[in-house]
């Protein structure tokens, strides 16, 4: 597959994918001397976090249809233009009501490119080569993930908003789309009408509904019982330091980045199904263990399982989903996805917090041992129509 990895396109696919996840990740370690420096609470501070995400929710399945009706790189290329020009204003801007407001401008943004870099994948790739490149997508992503908070440290040791300069990558990304990417050639559906009333039809499908809850049962974990209660736990049990949760963190990205890279060879020997329901296994098993672990080397065999379960999922999610949807839908679907997973990060930290309410860490991972168990069950009464994906 060495010529699917030096395929323009795909090379193309992933510098979207890498401005994609830029938003929050490269800010992340600036927050605390941003919130020193211009006197913010924390509320403010997670303020700025929802300014960016919440245009998403409404604006992802709305871009989505104008991709499909008007084209890919229309939606694209201002999207990443308004993103960069947002997003370094903060740059030279501290009033906070106007950091807020270019936030919602860099989240709008953003709101496209997360569904459009997989729609984009589902254009031009078929069949293996679209399992190998989705793999490759999220092998990516997770290397992004992990990269940039370490390079948002670097740029904001020396002041708080010098991480805003990041954004300003995607005005090269934006050229390149324009001038290198080109427009996929769908078959468009006659009229908006006839094109609504096919969506409408094909995602009341029980696969497509099944996809969609999965992605937000995969959030509510991986926000809830990971993301949010983890460090938690690593602090209060083992008394690990942020810098040390940070390393356990980057162990989980790694792993995934490494497994996802392999996702065509696993796709094309097991098939989708097989691999989500490995994953949802591996969820499953990591979140019964977690209340029980009291030694740091048990720990370290669990950390890289969740990572592995991420890297079988995600891919095989947007596979499944890319290969059901109609090329003439197809960025709306993906689209669609982008805002239930949203929905999924926003669900995450307040089911499993009621969890942790109830009956503190234990109740917290047996909430989410119970979603990856009703993930298993739907994989397996949902899909019967997709057995040899």
């Known amino acids: 597959m060495n010529k699917l990895i030096n395929n323009n396109r795909l090379r193309i696919i992933f510098a979207i994918t890498i401005v994609s996840v830029m938003g929050v990740a490269s800010l992340t370690p600036a927050f605390p001397k941003m919130a020193d420096t211009l006197n913010l609470t924390k509320v403010q501070i997670g303020l700025l976090i929802s300014a960016f995400a919440f245009p998403g929710i409404f604006l992802a399945p709305i871009l989505g249809i104008i991709a499909d009706r008007v084209g890919r790189k229309e939606i694209l290329v201002p999207s990443l233009f308004l993103f960069a020009i947002a997003g370094f204003g903060i740059f030279f801007i501290h009033d906070f009501k106007i950091m807020v407001v270019l936030r919602v401008f860099q989240g709008i943004g953003a709101a496209s490119l997360g569904a459009l870099n997989t729609t984009l994948i589902g254009d031009f790739f078929e069949d293996e080569q679209r399992s190998v ?22 740029l904001a040791s020396f002041a708080w908003f010098y991480p805003f300069i990041l954004p300003l990558l995607a005005i090269p990304i934006a050229l390149l789309v324009f001038n290198d990417l080109p427009e996929p050639k769908i078959q468009k559906t006659a009229n908006i009408k006839q094109y609504l009333k096919a969506i409408s039809c094909n995602i009341s499908k029980k696969e497509v509904i099944g996809v969609f809850v999965l992605g937000v049962f995969t959030f509510i974990i991986l926000y809830g019982a990971f993301i949010t209660y983890f460090p938690i736990l690593l602090h209060q049990r083992f008394g690990f330091s942020s810098t040390l949760i940070g390393v356990i963190f980057s162990l989980t990205s790694i792993m995934a980045a490494l497994v996802a890279s392999q996702i065509g060879k696993l796709t094309n020997t097991f098939g989708s199904l097989t691999l989500l329901k490995v994953a949802f296994l591996l969820y499953f098993i990591v979140c019964m263990s977690i209340p029980f672990v009291h030694s740091i080397y048990f720990l370290i065999l669990l950390v890289p399982l969740f990572g592995i379960a991420q890297a079988l999922n995600m891919p095989s999610l947007q596979i499944i989903l890319a290969n059901i949807a109609p090329d003439e839908q197809r960025a709306a679907f993906m689209s669609l996805n982008g805002m239930v997973i949203r929905l999924g990060q926003t669900l995450g930290p307040i089911i499993i917090g009621i969890g942790y309410a109830v009956y503190s860490v234990q109740g917290a991972y047996f909430f989410a041992s119970v979603i990856a168990i009703i993930g298993i069950i739907i994989l397996l009464t949902m899909f019967s129509k997709l057995k040899s994906t």
Do not use: D, E, K, R
Request: hydrophobic share 45%; no cysteine.
């Open 133 to 154: 490149a989705m793999g490759y997508n999220a092998s990516i992503l997770s290397i992004s993930t992990g990269v940039y908070p370490l390079v948002g440290g670097v």
